[in-house]
């Protein structure tokens, strides 16, 4: 998957393909199936398939200490459109003051006719674009005939009669329900990040952690949670982890310190994948670290009954 930053860097070899354009936070299933269409007629016209997202999102850009807490960051969400392995371009698209006072007539001029000359443009049924999102579905269309690509929309991509959406994925994480997050993505939720040093505290308690920040400007959910970690292209490793600002050890920092089971290897440097399996319970300030580590040990029994339940039931 070849990933284009910026549409400075569109040349004549980009021009020419299927594309749908969004922010794509999470990859959720609604996505996919947004992603095997324009797939399957990217193919039928023998030309690349194309998404264009946005770095940061509209809304970061206008109201950033009011947008919503990304399920993925960019490299996350670059990761996971790759995991699809039905797309063929990413066109990340800087979203900055001229691209917000862009009228949507000239967004279709200059993008997706001069500089990447779409066949096909494929987005989701609540689609806006240009200044003050004044361009919609049917703006687009209208475009299309004029310059000679189809456009399509799909139907909303429904769970138990719910529209699946970021919005919905991030109602159901900041209520703990992990279980129906996962079944909007198709898989767990997780975070990627690599493994920094941090204050030995939880070793001298007994608790090694591996410490991640988390990269976002918010958090999508918080407190302590059962876990799988994937470092690298290992199997999966059992464990607790916490996420949050540590209010005991009067933390400011958002930072997410994951405890492996039985594991006793230096992972400093290393970038980990935490699957978030099972929440546990609420961050909680402690009178002393004596009451917090009596807590950690009953943390860690449940997440491994936790773990050994859910083990059981994956495929």
């Given at each position: 998957m070849e990933i284009i930053r910026g549409v400075g860097d569109l040349t004549d070899a980009h021009r020419g393909c299927a594309?749908?354009?969004?922010?794509?936070?999470?990859?959720?299933?609604?996505?996919?199936?947004?992603?095997?269409?324009?797939?399957?007629?990217?193919?039928?016209?023998?030309?690349?398939?194309?998404v264009m997202t946005f770095e940061p999102t509209p809304k970061e850009f206008f109201v950033p200490d009011q947008?919503?807490?990304?399920?993925?960051?960019?490299?996350?969400?670059?990761?996971?459109?790759?995991?699809?392995?039905?797309?063929?371009?990413?066109?990340?698209?800087?979203?900055?003051?001229?691209?917000?006072?862009?009228?949507?007539?000239?967004?279709?001029?200059?993008?997706?006719?001069?500089?990447?000359?779409?066949r096909y443009v494929i987005v989701g049924d609540d689609f806006r674009f240009g200044h003050r999102r004044k361009g919609d579905f049917d703006m687009l269309s209208r475009a299309g005939l004029e310059h000679g690509f189809d456009v399509a929309t799909t139907e909303s991509f429904e769970l138990d009669g719910v529209r699946v959406s970021s919005t919905a994925i991030r109602a159901a994480l900041a209520a703990g329900d992990l279980a129906y997050?996962?079944?909007?993505?198709?898989?767990?939720?997780?975070?990627?990040?690599?493994?920094?040093?941090?204050?030995?505290?939880?070793?001298?308690?007994?608790?090694?952690?591996?410490?991640?920040?988390?990269?976002?400007?918010?958090?999508?959910?918080?407190?302590?949670?059962?876990v799988l970690v994937r470092r690298s292209r290992a199997s999966k490793l059992p464990g607790v982890a916490s996420l949050g600002t540590r209010p005991t050890v009067d933390g400011q920092e958002p930072m997410l310190e994951v405890h492996l089971f039985d594991f006793d290897d230096n992972l400093y440097g290393e970038r980990l994948e935490v699957q978030f399996i099972a929440r546990l319970r609420d961050e909680e300030h402690f009178p002393d670290l004596a009451s917090m580590v009596e807590q950690m040990h009953r943390d860690a029994a449940l997440a491994r009954e936790l773990l050994e339940q859910y083990a059981e039931g994956e495929p």
């Open positions: 594309l749908s354009i969004g922010n794509f936070d999470g990859v959720h299933r609604g996505h996919r199936a947004v992603l095997a269409q324009l797939a399957g007629t990217a193919a039928g016209l023998n030309v690349p398939a194309t947008a919503p807490a990304r399920l993925t960051t960019l490299r996350e969400k670059l990761g996971a459109l790759q995991a699809t392995a039905c797309i063929d371009k990413v066109v990340v698209t800087r979203f900055d003051e001229q691209m917000a006072s862009l009228p949507p007539e000239e967004f279709i001029e200059r993008l997706l006719v001069q500089r990447l000359s779409v997050a996962a079944r909007m993505l198709g898989r767990p939720y997780s975070m990627i990040g690599r493994v920094r040093r941090g204050e030995q505290l939880g070793r001298k308690l007994g608790y090694p952690t591996a410490n991640i920040s988390p990269g976002r400007l918010a958090l999508p959910l918080h407190g302590i949670f059962a």
